[in-house]
């Protein structure tokens, strides 16, 4: 358990979470939506800290980043807990584990996982899986010392990091690289499966842009969900606008039955190949079709 870094405190005991852009407000005693969070006695913590629940070495393009330090291995770490409920997600007995009540994970010492990093030859630290933003103070303290240690850090994160938590990092210069995904255009969408604003995506995306943060877009296809062809049009135009050169890579991700949708059917790489030509349409020069074997 760790003191939060990014809280405020309210009347009776009560706080705010001001890591991710749902900022909660929390009872004494009670705790976020992340499940990872609690106020106890006018403080707020953070219960998972350094319990890593999963640790390993993956090519970069698996994040996936293409454009970013190509061809290196990145180790990658993960706490359990996410701010979204995604009813697809591939990593839901990590992410929504929470749930259940179980804060599982063994206890890690920055040292030791960047010596791991180090030995294996890896460049750079990914913090992945779940989402990051959640467990953010160990990410700080590990990602400070992955920078003296001349590895870079990586965040592949759902993109509902407050204006706040990027800021902590980014004056010490702390994110090198973000795969950031995207997972429709359409307000009802993430209401209705991430009780999330899409705005706020959307103006988490341009500050990490503007942050001078490599990123790149990943965007899950999901059928019935998001495969609308007008939507992509939009999210592709909107890619476009960041650099205004077409240069941001956009990773569309097919869809496998997981999670609470297996009833589900498989993305068609029909589907997948329009969406890339309305990409390419809309000036994108880096489209790639992921997660087809
Ligand atoms: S990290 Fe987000 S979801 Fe978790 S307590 Fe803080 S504001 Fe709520
Ligand atoms: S944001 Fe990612 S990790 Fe979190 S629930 Fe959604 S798909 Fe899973």
């Known amino acids: 358990m760790k003191k939060a870094f990014l809280f405020r405190k309210l009347e009776n005991k009560k706080v705010q979470c001001l890591n991710c852009n749902h900022k909660c407000i929390l009872n004494n005693n009670s705790i976020g939506l992340c499940g990872v ?34 061809n290196t291995k990145t180790y990658s770490i993960s706490c359990v807990g996410c701010n979204f409920k995604c009813p697809w997600c591939q990593n839901f007995e990590i992410s929504q584990i929470l749930k259940k009540g179980f804060l599982i994970g063994k206890p890690r010492k920055k040292e030791d996982i960047i010596k791991n990093a180090l030995k294996h030859n890896c460049t750079s630290i990914s913090y992945t899986y779940t989402e990051p933003t959640v467990w953010s103070e160990f990410i700080y303290e590990v990602s400070l010392f992955a920078k003296k240690n001349n590895l870079k850090n990586i965040w592949v994160t759902n993109g509902y990091f407050s204006k706040e938590c990027l800021n902590y990092f980014t004056k010490k210069g702390l994110i090198d690289a973000m ?59 909107f890619i476009f606008t960041l650099d205004k050169k077409g240069e941001i890579p956009w990773h569309i991700s097919r869809f496998f039955p997981a ?8 993305t068609s790489i029909k589907i997948l190949e329009k969406i890339k030509e309305i990409g390419i349409k809309n000036k994108l020069k880096y489209i790639y079709i992921g997660n087809v074997f």
């Open 37 to 70: 969070r609690k106020n106890i006695d006018g403080i707020l913590y953070n219960l998972i800290y350094n319990k890593i629940i999963s640790e390993s070495i993956d090519p970069i393009e698996k994040k996936p980043l293409y454009h970013f330090l190509p």
């Open 259 to 266: 999670y609470k949708m297996v009833n589900k059917s498989i």
């Open 179 to 237: 795969n950031i995904d995207l997972k429709s255009f359409n307000e009802k969408t993430y209401k209705e499966y991430c009780n999330a604003d899409l705005k706020k995506v959307i103006s988490s995306i341009e500050e990490a842009y503007l942050n001078r943060i490599h990123i790149e877009i990943t965007t899950l296809i999901i059928p019935g969900v998001n495969d609308n062809l007008k939507e992509m049009d939009k999210l592709s135009k």
